[in-house]
Structure formats: structure tokens, C-alpha cells
């Protein structure tokens, strides 16, 4: 049996490394020194970011270069070519230039302070042509040429940037992103072997245990006589899945960054690898499954899953026939180890054994895992209770449908006790566990697999077919603060990623002034975060991808304009405290005119090229239509 299963798995690894040749075909007909480093090209340089590092809702593309905190830094062009696209945004990208080169891939240079003048100018004249700060242009072929080494842009803090970098991508023609450390860059020094921080393991059905208990549980790796060793021993029993929190550090720069191959071994036998070769921009979503969303939201690290959740459609994967979950139903000794390797393929390898015959089978303090104030959880399809531990190993009574149902503990830890309810046998609308009363306010168990639409009295739910990754069962209360006049609609999954928009249909129950109100989400300590929303009839109606506490808020106040001193031209800040800064206009002597906006500072410059002699008129708009208007001399 352990020789077929051997068998099975050399098998499988074969078919994983046929897969991955075929993805480092590309890399391999690039031969390194095609692409020059787009920055202080020759010297050493450092990054903030490399390809496929975690983010919250997608991995990264590219690499974030560092420009030492300053703007203004030439940009090279990679290799000969040129410019498909030009953008100037708000956000996101902020100004960028895609730039096409004769082997087929493109490269992308991100939050730019400015373009080379050729392409600055005809960029220039669209805003006017347009009337529009945001422009995104493609550009005939040939229009604007460059020379491996030419500058065409310098570097910036435009857009989504949280501080001076350049975003650098390489893309195949179907505009797949490509690993750039792959090409040969010596200005990038990397001797160093990733790390692996923290390890977790996860009950992956209600019959499984870690150190007998059910749940997820996070343990710090330690060196211990020159080993490295989780910090509480562990004994595994049943499903498990693994997750790790591992980063690569590059000398010279202190960011932690992403780690391009990880491997888990169970017993000597590969069961999980994942190599982040190229990132497919349909699929960035799966990430919310790639990683633990759950803990991340909560504060935590993000988590990578060394087993292929339900609903995570990524190819990144090469794993056994369980997904990479471990399978433990014996008391014996067993092992795990994990392999980390970067992208200048500096490797290092963990061994973890597990169900030690010394080791405790009891979690630290630091370790354990208690249920939130709710008192209970649900983790996949199981639903935990706990009790405080004051009645011994009384019955929990669970009541649905009119029935109730008596519950013995699944099992005890650290005086308390713990029960297990499987949700295919339905969806509980109470319970009682040892004197004190939980609520649940289940609605309904939604499918990931099939369009779905659900309404009730306050509210209406539609989803399409795998917006949700995984089963949801439903909880949703309606309440009303009557201090502030505010109607509550609490989705009770802050937790729950989803793939695709629903669409969501709030019925209120006050008059509102269809005008000026609009959907909010309800944050931490009641703060209110603009969503929108459109009314039809007498109902408000949301596309989101969040299924959070919402209300509905007005908003009568115009946003606020002051003047900043300026020795050139006019400049102000602008900012409006409710739904948001949703337009501006500005206009010398009735005829458009361009103004710079820096959403981080909330700045509006005019154009620098024109000497303002008249009249500016200043319009701006928020969310709710409020305006403000300003005239200024010149």
C-alpha cells in the first residue's frame, strides 16, 4: 500500500513539473539581459514588493522597486518598443505606461510622477479634448518608439501608492504577469533562504482534533538547540489542513516579501506545492480562498493554505487526492516538513514531528482557542458552542424547528466544554447550553454552486452562480438605534469573501430624501462608510461584495473647499466628510481647465502651462449631489 501510494505520488509530481516547464517556457525563450532594470539601472537596488506576495484581495503583479523615498527618478525603458497605453487614475495604478516590445510581452510602469514629454504632451491635449483629469488612452502602434535605455517617464507616488515606488510588471501577449526576478536582474541581491514564522493547523471536519480540540490553531516557530521547532508540541488527529505565515527577506532591505514555491511533506511524501509563476488577473480573486480571510480580517497575518480549499479555482497547485489536507486516524509518530524557495532559489526546509509520544496533548494558554462572546462559531459545516465549564458535562439543547434536541459535549479543555452540531442536519434557531441562551438568527443555507435569490421582509439577497466560494448559512437581524434614527441591516459574515457582486435590496422601514441618502456601511464604533445605492421604487439596491452591518444615512452637507497659498497658479484642498468627493470641475474664464487632483492630500493644483488671468470657477460635488461653488481673480 505505502509502495502504490509512492507510485501515485511520483506520478503526480511528474505531472505537476510538465505543467510547470510549460509555464517557464516563456522565461526560458527570454534569454536573461533581454530586459534592462528600469531603474538606477547597474547599481543595486531594493524592493518593497515582489511577484505573488499576499495582499488583501489579490497577490501581487509585479515588483515594487524603491527610489529611495523620492520621486523624480528616471524610468528606463525594460528593452526596445512602445507604448500601447497611457493612464492617468486617481487611484489604482495611478499614471502608467504599458509598453509593447518585439518578443511579445509587455511591461508596466506604475505610479509615475510624470511621462516622457512627447507622450506628457499628447497626453496633455486628451485631457483637454476629453475635459478630464482620468484619462486611459491606447495608442496607435508605433506612436511613441523607444530604445532599450531611453527614459520614458519618472518615477512617482501616483495613484494607489502608499509612498514613492515604482510598480514594474512583465506580461505575456495574453497579459498574464510573468516573475521579472526570473530575467536576470543583478541589481537585486538575494542570498538569503526564506523564513517560515508561524504554522497552523485546522480541523477540517467535526471529527477531527488538534491536541483534542476542535477549531484553528496558530503556534510560533522557535530555534531550540539550534532546531527549529513549534513552540507547543502537537498531536493531530482526523483532517488537517496547514497553513503558513513565511516570508523571504532580500539583502539589504528589512520588507517582508512574498515566497514563490512552498512545499508541505507529510511524512516524507509531498502532498502540496504551489509556484506562483504567473498570476492570471481573472483569477485574483481565488486569493480570498488561497489564504485564511477569516484571520486576516480579524487583524491577523494572511495565512497560505498548504491545501486547496473549497471553491479556489487557481492552478497554482500540484497536490494529493485529499488537496493537500493531512489524514491522521493513529496514534502513531508522524512528521511534516515544509520547503520554502524564492525566486533566486535560495531554499530552506522545516521538519515538524507531530504525535511525539513525549510531547503534551495539551495547548498552552497562549494557544487556545475560545469562541467569541456569541459563545458559539461556524466553521465550515460545523457549528462549536462552548460552555464557561460552571455545570458538569450537562446537555446542550438545541431547538429547531419546534423540536428540541439534547447535545452531550464533544470534548473538554481547560474546564470548559465544547459541542458540535454538523449544519447538513439543518439550521438550528436557538440554543441552550448549560443555562445560558444563544440566539442564532440563521436564515438560510445558500449553495456556492447555483444562482440564488432569497427575500424577506427587510431585505433582499441575490447571488450568481459561485459568487459565494463556499456554503453560507445566512444570519441577519434587523434593529433600529433610535438615538440616531438608523435603521440596522446586519449581515453577520464580515468573514465571508465573496468571488462576484450580489446584489443586495435594503426595504426600509423610515422615509428617507431619495436625493441625499444612500447606503453606508456601519464600521468599528458606529463610523459610517459611504456605498451608494440606487432607489427603485421604495427600496435601495446594491451591487457589493461585502455581507457586513449596513444602514442608511443622508447626507445635506456640500463638501468643503479652502485655498492654499501658492506662488503659482491656484491650489486648494478639497474634502467632504460624508459620501465622499464624487466630482470636480474647474473653469477659467468659462472654458475648461485642468486641475491635478492627489486624492492622499485631498490637493488641487491648476495647470502649471497656463497663466491664469480672470475668472476660476471652482465646482465640486459629492456623493449625495451636495456642491459647493468658489470663484477666484486672477
Known amino acids: ?170 506580461r505575456n501577449k495574453n497579459h498574464k504577469v510573468l516573475n521579472p526576478l526570473k530575467y536576470g536582474f543583478d541589481e537585486i541581491k538575494d542570498n538569503l533562504a526564506p523564513t517560515l514564522s508561524k504554522l497552523a493547523f485546522i480541523t477540517m471536519d467535526k471529527n477531527s482534533r488538534v491536541n483534542g480540540m476542535f477549531g484553528r490553531f496558530e503556534f510560533n516557530i522557535i530555534e531550540k538547540d539550534g532546531v527549529n521547532v513549534l513552540e507547543v508540541p502537537v498531536t493531530l488527529f482526523g483532517n488537517i489542513g496547514v497553513e503558513a505565515y513565511a516570508y523571504d527577506k532580500l539583502n539589504g532591505a528589512r520588507n517582508k516579501n512574498g515566497v514563490l514555491v512552498q512545499t508541505l511533506l507529510f511524512d516524507y511524501f509531498p502532498i502540496f506545492n504551489q509556484n506562483i509563476e504567473r498570476i492570471d488577473f481573472s483569477k485574483q480573486r481565488n486569493i480570498l480562498k488561497h489564504t485564511n480571510y477569516k484571520r486576516s480580517k480579524e487583524g491577523g497575518r494572511r495565512f497560505n493554505k498548504y491545501y486547496v480549499d473549497d471553491g479556489n479555482f487557481l492552478n497554482y497547485y500540484e ?129 456556492s454552486e447555483q444562482k440564488t435569490a432569497y427575500s424577506n421582509e427587510s431585505f433582499g439577497l441575490s447571488l450568481p452562480t459561485y459568487a459565494l466560494f463556499d456554503t453560507l448559512y445566512m444570519r441577519y437581524t434587523k434593529t433600529v438605534d433610535t438615538l440616531r434614527q438608523l435603521e440596522y441591516f446586519n449581515f453577520q459574515h464580515p468573514d465571508i469573501p465573496l468571488r462576484q457582486s450580489a446584489t443586495l435590496t435594503l426595504k426600509p422601514s423610515f422615509e428617507y430624501d431619495r436625493k441625499k441618502s444612500a447606503i453606508y456601511a456601519v464600521g468599528s464604533n458606529n463610523r459610517l462608510g459611504y456605498m451608494g445605492g440606487d432607489w427603485k421604487n421604495e427600496n435601495l439596491v446594491l451591487k457589493t461584495r461585502d455581507l457586513i452591518k449596513y444602514t442608511i444615512a443622508a447626507d445635506t452637507v456640500p463638501p468643503e473647499v479652502d485655498r492654499l497659498k501658492s506662488s503659482n497658479g491656484l491650489r486648494l484642498i478639497i474634502k467632504d466628510k460624508m459620501s465622499g468627493i464624487h466630482s470636480y470641475r474647474a473653469e477659467l474664464n468659462g472654458k475648461w481647465l485642468l486641475m491635478d487632483y492627489e486624492p492622499k492630500s485631498g490637493i488641487v493644483s491648476s495647470d502649471k502651462k497656463i497663466l491664469l488671468k480672470g475668472k476660476v470657477t471652482f465646482v465640486i460635488k459629492d456623493n449625495a449631489e451636495n456642491f459647493s461653488r468658489v470663484e477666484f481673480s486672477f
Open 319 to 447: 497536490t494529493n487526492e485529499l488537496n493537500g489536507v493531512i489524514s491522521i486516524f493513529d496514534p502513531l509518530e508522524h512528521s511534516i516538513d515544509i520547503q520554502l524557495e524564492d525566486s533566486y532559489e535560495n531554499m530552506i526546509q522545516y521538519h515538524i514531528p507531530l504525535n511525539d509520544a513525549g510531547y503534551s496533548k495539551n495547548l498552552t494558554q497562549k494557544n487556545m482557542y475560545f469562541l467569541n462572546k456569541r459563545g458559539f462559531d461556524v466553521r465550515k459545516n460545523t457549528l462549536e458552542l462552548m460552555s464557561d465549564g460552571k455545570e458538569s458535562g450537562c446537555f446542550a439543547r438545541i431547538f429547531m424547528g419546534g423540536e428540541e434536541f439534547l447535545y452531550s459535549h464533544a470534548y473538554k479543555s481547560d474546564g470548559k466544554y465544547f459541542y458540535l452540531w454538523d449544519l447538513h442536519a439543518g439550521l438550528p434557531d436557538s440554543a441552550n447550553v448549560c443555562g445560558k441562551s444563544i440566539v442564532f438568527n440563521f436564515n438560510k443555507a445558500i449553495p
Open 1 to 170: 500500500m505505502v509502495k502504490n501510494y509512492s507510485i501515485l505520488m511520483l506520478n503526480k509530481l511528474l505531472a505537476f513539473f510538465l505543467l510547470l516547464s510549460s509555464y517557464m517556457l516563456e522565461a526560458q525563450d527570454i534569454e536573461k539581459g533581454y530586459y534592462m532594470f528600469p531603474v538606477r539601472p547597474g547599481e543595486v537596488n531594493y524592493l518593497s514588493g515582489t511577484m505573488g506576495e499576499l495582499r488583501s484581495t489579490h497577490f501581487h503583479t509585479g515588483l515594487d522597486i524603491k527610489t529611495s523615498g523620492i520621486t523624480g527618478l528616471p524610468i528606463y525603458a525594460a528593452a526596445d518598443g512602445y507604448i500601447m497605453r497611457a493612464k492617468v487614475s486617481l487611484n489604482g495604478y495611478g499614471n502608467a505606461l504599458y509598453m509593447v516590445h518585439p518578443n511579445g510581452t509587455i511591461t508596466v510602469y506604475a505610479h509615475l510622477k510624470s511621462f516622457q514629454k512627447k507622450i506628457a504632451d499628447f497626453v496633455y491635449k486628451e485631457q483637454y479634448k476629453k475635459e478630464s483629469f482620468a484619462v486611459d488612452l491606447t495608442l496607435e502602434k508605433d506612436k511613441f518608439t523607444f530604445k532599450k535605455g531611453d527614459v520614458i517617464a519618472l518615477s512617482g507616488n501616483s495613484g494607489s501608492s502608499s509612498g514613492p515606488h515604482l510598480h514594474f510588471e512583465i
